[in-house]
């Protein structure tokens, strides 16, 4: 597989069951007076794809700039209105992806200008998905300046890959090459100026303690300087 960006960028916000938890309260506010009963998309458009290698600009006329990392599920053959049991097949590896942004105003309506800065998207090279093994089994986690800042485990998905799958192919096609970003964790990570931003995947060790064996999945990107 290689390491590029093909096709569409979908991402899911509000799929941390804990982070659902914590804002139930405000699912229950007017106008929707409920929690989301779909996932919730919005898309990183081709003039947000970066490399790895090149800083993440700061936005323009902003004091504020997030960040977030998920598991990037790739799409290995058209896919639609699959079955959950059937949603793996269709799936040809994964890796991880950077979302820089703006912070979020409402989880609702994800915020078009936010969400489409230049260059604010990152991909990892991937792996293929017996490589990883079982999806509820992997971690993420997300250091800024070498500091653990957030983690999510993807056994705490609201909806798991499979579901999200089968919800999103009946919504709309997917083709070769598209990427689902499945979930990022609770509230996305404030960053300065110059910050770098590493996340990785990885897995309990099989012996069950907390010893986590090596990451095969790995992203690291540096945000470029203010902007004046």
Known sequence: ????????????????????????????????????????????????????????AWPAD????????????????????????????????VALLHDFSLPETSYYRPDIKGKCLDGSATLSSPVTLSDVGELSDLVVTTMVNGQPVQQ????????????????????????????????????????????KVSSTVNKPSSVGDATRSAPSISLQNTVGGQYA
């Open 62 to 93: 902003s004091d504020e700039f997030v960040v977030g990392a998920s598991l990037a599920v790739i799409i290995g053959q058209t896919c639609n209105r699959v079955s959950q049991q059937q949603a793996l097949e269709y799936v040809e590896g």
């Open 152 to 195: 999510l485990p993807l056994s705490r998905l609201y909806w798991d890959v499979p579901a999200l799958l089968e919800r999103i192919s009946h919504i709309m096609t997917l083709e070769t090459g598209d990427i689902i970003a499945v979930g990022f964790a609770g509230e996305r990570v404030a960053l300065q100026p110059y910050d």
């Open 1 to 56: 597989m290689e390491k590029m960006f093909k096709g569409k960028v979908v991402c899911v916000a509000l799929n941390d069951s804990e982070q659902r938890q914590v804002m139930a309260g405000q699912f229950n506010e007017p106008p929707y007076k409920a929690p989301p009963t779909q996932p919730v998309l919005y898309f990183k458009p081709r003039n947000t794809w970066n490399n790895e290698s090149e800083a993440v």
